[in-house]
């Protein structure tokens, strides 16, 4: 017979690959053998998640339209001798009676169906050197049971999209559901004149003829090895592309008015919508706890988010990781590389900037406060799902990898290590349900000239290190230490405690758990590899300081765990009794 911290240890050593990022940014591929690939490295180290950015819908005049390579070959003849298919478009916008507000594109560069041309008499589809599709929109919101009725000196924004023989999302929600896995797309990223913009009406349109498209072509890949029955089961959801600050979105009323369309939108084909927004703790420029918490009610109030991914803002300099003991410290002390980054971006910084000089908290107060928050609107009638989401790339340029289009990355930046990923998961992994990054390409799968090996693979070999995303005592009255994390091997597992006894003396000391849980997240609807772990006592509760520091190390981890705690209270209410 097994003893029950043995079998935890086997059960773990055989998850110990499945590292707990199992949700990733990827760019766009133009093969299926491109995107069978990155795939099967991606759920190599776990993964089961893929989420992609669409481009922008752009407002653009007739000029900029003929000078774009992508619609160059878009005339009205096969040989494309006869005026431009906007010179046309003009011709006929004008026969018909309607104003031609603007022109627009979206590239996408995706194969769509005759059922984005909803009008018929007016649309258009051009076969030349590429595919493209002439879509009038009106620039007013329009009854869906009468989209072509139209009067005379109707304002109209003519759309033109491009297809040029690879469509890169349909090979991904092709590949993706023969694997299993979810997909979120993106949703057509507004124009930046959006959402009080007098054409707003055209983007809307747009944007619901996406969506049938999406779930008339997806629902015809038909599977036979998979659990869904079509490729368009495998499409769980929309994102919204770009995050916006969350400190900042509680003021921002036009882009909730955008969310919420957008994710009626998506609800109304049986999808979920997903809202990324981004940590700004800053005290120049950035926001405090405070109002990334009103940022966060704000969002679900009004979205009809059914996941909220929190892009922790660590890579761009913006957030921080510390534990309570740590924030009058040197930066450069505890986070070397940040220091780096907040140096290069604002080279008159002082030297041995501390954390409180420079943020209004850490990750960890940050994602703690959202998760109470959570919970509250969970209480009042809002179910959501929260998201950490970890920027796997650090603002500095010395040892880049590549921008990859698709990301929503666009310039340079050094790849993280994945110690420092390890950090993002003790920071923030206890408080959601899922952790995602950003991005795949090109942070994980790059080889910068200081590396022999990709991030994906250093990831892979060092998969089952123990990480701690949070240490306490389990209560007032039981001061065992509790650790929740990922690959606490059970018995088999050692920790070091290091506490102060009632003379202030410290003592390091190594002990065992002797209670696991290894289904804590499942059970309790967070990440669901989260092993909870109560240790064996160091000390006797007379021996310890009623007031102090813990510190936890897990054998082999990274990265320690401390708490602070102060029970003078409560110890001297007990002795009067």
């Not at 046309?88 to 603007?102: P, V, Y």
Request: charged letters at 20%; proline letters at 4%.
């Amino acid at each position: 017979m097994l003893s029950w911290g043995t079998l935890l240890y086997v059960l773990s050593v055989c998850a110990a690959q499945r590292y707990p990022i199992t949700a990733a940014w990827f760019s766009d591929h133009l093969s299926r053998d491109n995107w069978n690939e990155t795939l099967a490295n991606f759920t190599k180290n776990g993964g089961d998640t893929v989420l992609v950015k669409a481009p922008q819908f752009q407002f653009r005049s007739q000029h900029e339209m003929e000078a774009d390579p992508d619609f160059a070959w878009c005339g009205t003849t096969a040989t494309n001798t006869g005026p431009t298919c906007f010179a046309d478009a003009k011709k006929e916008m004008n026969q018909l009676g309607f104003k031609i507000a603007s022109f627009a594109s979206y590239k996408s560069g995706e194969n769509f169906s005759d059922v984005i041309v909803a009008c018929p008499a007016f649309e258009k589809k051009f076969d030349r050197a590429r595919t493209y599709f002439r879509l009038v929109l009106p620039t007013t919101v329009r009854p869906q049971s009468q989209p072509c009725d139209l009067p005379t000196g109707s304002s109209v924004v003519v759309l033109f999209t491009s297809f040029a023989g690879v469509d890169s999302n349909e090979l991904l929600v092709r590949t993706a559901a023969e694997r299993n896995m979810s997909v979120y797309l993106g949703i057509p990223e507004a124009p930046d004149t959006l959402p009080n913009h007098q054409y707003m009406g055209a983007y809307y349109e747009w944007f619901s003829r996406l969506l049938v498209d999406h779930q008339q072509r997806y629902s015809g890949i038909v599977l036979r090895k998979s659990k869904y029955k079509t490729a368009y089961d495998a499409v769980t959801g929309y994102n919204s592309g770009d995050a916006l600050p969350l400190g900042d979105c509680s003021t921002v009323k036009d882009a909730l008015i955008l969310y919420s369309t957008q994710g009626n939108t998506v609800h109304h084909h049986g999808k979920k919508f997903l809202v990324s927004a981004s940590v700004d703790l800053r005290k120049t420029g950035g926001y405090s706890i405070d109002d990334h918490v009103h940022g966060l009610n704000a969002l679900v109030s009004t979205s009809v988010a059914d996941v909220m991914n929190i892009h922790e803002g660590r890579g761009f300099g913006k957030s921080c990781y510390y534990w309570p003991t740590q924030n009058a410290l040197p930066i450069s002390q505890v986070d070397k590389t940040l220091d780096e980054v907040l140096h290069y971006q604002n080279p008159q910084l002082k030297p041995n900037v501390t954390f409180d000089d420079f943020f209004f908290g850490s990750i960890q107060q940050l994602m703690e406060s959202l998760f109470i928050a959570r919970e509250g609107l969970q209480k009042n009638g809002s179910s959501f799902d929260m998201w950490l989401n970890i920027e796997a790339f650090e603002f500095l340029q010395d040892n880049p990898c590549l921008p990859t289009s698709g990301t929503g990355i666009s310039i340079t930046m050094d790849r993280v290590t994945k110690g420092r990923l390890d950090m993002a998961l003790s920071a923030g992994a206890v408080f959601v349900q899922k952790v995602s990054v950003s991005a795949w390409n090109p942070d994980f799968t790059c080889i910068p000239k200081n590396s022999s090996s990709t991030l994906a693979q250093q990831v892979y070999n060092d998969a089952g290190r123990p990480i701690i995303a949070n240490c306490s005592f389990h209560s007032q009255y039981n001061r065992s230490v509790v650790v929740i994390g990922f690959n606490l091997l059970g018995e088999t597992q050692g920790f070091t405690v290091t506490w102060s006894d009632i003379g202030h003396t410290r003592h390091n000391s190594d002990v065992n758990g002797y209670y696991f849980e290894a289904d804590f997240g499942s059970e309790h609807h967070l990440v669901p590899s989260l092993i909870y772990t109560q240790l064996y006592d160091p000390y006797n509760s007379m021996q310890l300081n009623p007031k102090g520091t813990v510190r936890v190390k897990a054998r082999g981890a990274n990265r320690a765990c401390v708490f602070t705690y102060d029970y003078t209270k409560v110890d001297n209410e007990t002795g009067d009794k």
